[in-house]
């Protein structure tokens, strides 16, 4: 599908700047090294003997997905055990010695586990905390110091890596506006709207507060009502992105819509976002009485504004930073 853009956007001081971009669609992928189960060659047999753990740590690793293994932890009858997920692939057959698995639970090794403290996973990205082995999961879905994944829309990206990383990427990559400034004016452009139900536009970054945004606009159905949706996302945290604030306006023929609102996480996705619809939603048929003429073609106009909210030192409430 192709989707024709033009974009304005300024920032404070510079002059507006047209630019039109084709909509390309890239794919990624990032995988770990698999682990045949089917085969009878185990990289951990050599010449018979079986090469034994030299840690605790390698004791937990599940031999298959490589995995730290929690109860239940299965076991075979010669001793080797594996996690409870994969015990359901191997088909009952160990994938070490290939003999009969059975039901037997290793509690000794559930015990080792449960006696240790562990660092977080993201400790090389700067995680200090430490926990208790079957709490460390449970951080580790959570932890603030976690890889975010690429925010863009229009494909199945599965890149992860820190915000530098992600905006290079993106850049790089995807081939994305990058715009600094904390306002823009973009117009949006679709001929035979009324063809397309389901639409993503090119995800627009923007550079202001020493922070970057994503701003995304896309057509899909809500019910039975084909709408168009612009939003925000911050690549960042939570907690950071509940500092900034932004609206986005839309109008022609002497009407207007505008939104206020915080900017949500790229922790969240943009699915989950788009489905909450917690953006400005303009129905198709307003959207086209915006445009003018004779409403065969979409030509919307949406401004923004970012700006940062400060502290009350007094009363702890956020004020607007204009």
């Not at 937990?60 to 055990?81: D, R």
């Not at 202001?208 to 039975?224: D, I």
Request: aromatic share 10%; net charge negative; proline share 6%.
């Amino acid at each position: 599908m192709e989707s024709s853009i033009e974009c304005v956007s300024y920032s404070d001081g510079m002059d507006e700047d047209e630019i039109s971009h084709p909509h390309p669609y890239a794919q990624y992928s990032s995988s770990k090294p698999s682990h045949n189960i089917n085969s009878g060659n185990n990289s951990n047999l050599t010449g018979g003997l079986i090469n034994p753990p030299t840690s605790v740590h390698e004791l937990l690793e599940c031999p298959v997905c490589t995995n730290s293994m929690y109860p239940p932890i299965h076991q075979c009858h010669n001793g080797h055990t594996l996690c409870s997920t994969c015990k359901a692939r191997v088909h009952n057959r160990c994938p070490t010695c290939r003999q009969e698995l059975g039901d037997i639970r290793c509690l000794a090794l559930e015990m080792v586990a449960e006696s240790l403290e562990l660092p977080c996973k993201y400790c090389s990205l700067g995680c200090p905390e430490i926990f208790p082995y079957y709490s460390k999961l449970k951080h580790e879905a959570v932890c603030n110091f976690r890889p975010y994944k690429c925010p863009y829309a229009g494909s199945e990206c599965s890149v992860v890596g820190d915000i530098q990383f992600l905006v290079a990427h993106l850049r790089d990559d995807h081939k994305v506006d990058m715009h600094s400034g904390c306002t823009f004016n973009h117009r949006y452009v679709k001929s035979n709207p009324r063809d397309v139900e389901n639409a993503t536009w090119m995800l627009t970054v923007f550079h202001c507060f020493g922070q970057y945004f994503c701003l995304h606009f896309e057509a899909f159905q809500l019910g039975m009502a084909p709408v168009y949706m612009a939003f925000l996302r911050f690549m960042g945290d939570e907690i950071e992105a509940r500092n900034y604030s932004y609206s986005l306006e839309v109008g022609g023929n002497g009407r207007k819509l505008i939104w206020e609102g915080t900017p949500r996480s790229i922790r969240d996705s943009h699915r989950k976002v788009r489905d909450s619809h917690d953006g400005l939603i303009i129905q198709r048929n307003m959207a086209l009485f915006f445009s003018g003429g004779d409403r065969k073609e979409l030509k919307l106009r949406v401004t923004g504004r970012i700006w940062k909210e400060q502290q009350n030192p007094d009363g702890g409430a956020c004020i607007p930073n204009l």
